[in-house]
C-alpha cells in the first residue's frame, strides 16, 4: 500500500525491525500490533490474519464427524505450518499409491 516499514512501525508503536519480521515469518505479532494494524488497514482481524469469514468454515451439514475424526482435526491445528505440510504430503501420497492396482 505504498507504506514504508518505518511508517508502519511508527503508526502502531514498534519498531521497524519489527515490522521486518512480521513481513517475514519470524516473528508474529501480538494481539494489540494485530489490532493497531487492523485498524490502521481499516479491515477485520480476520481479513488481516488470512482467516475466512464463518459461513465459510462451517462444515456442511451432512459431513459430521466422528470423535476419533474432531481428536485428529484438533491436534492438527495444534501442528505448525512445516508440521501441516508434512502432514498433508504423506496423506496425498498414501491416498495416490492407494489408488494405484497392484503390480503383478
Request: no cysteine; proline share 6%; charged share 30%.
Amino acid at each position: 500500500m505504498g507504506v514504508s516499514q518505518q511508517q508502519l512501525a511508527d503508526v502502531i508503536g514498534t519498531s521497524q525491525q519489527s515490522i521486518n519480521k512480521y513481513e517475514n515469518h519470524n516473528v508474529e505479532p501480538d494481539i494489540a500490533a494485530l489490532v493497531k494494524l487492523a485498524d490502521y488497514f481499516g479491515v477485520s482481524l480476520d481479513d488481516l490474519v488470512g482467516r475466512a469469514p464463518a459461513a465459510d468454515r462451517r462444515l456442511p451439514e451432512d459431513l459430521e464427524l466422528s470423535r476419533e475424526e474432531t481428536a485428529l482435526v484438533r491436534d492438527y491445528r495444534t501442528l505448525s505450518k512445516e508440521e501441516k505440510s508434512s502432514i498433508l504430503l504423506v496423506l496425498k501420497n498414501y491416498l495416490r499409491n492407494r489408488k494405484k492396482p497392484p503390480e503383478p
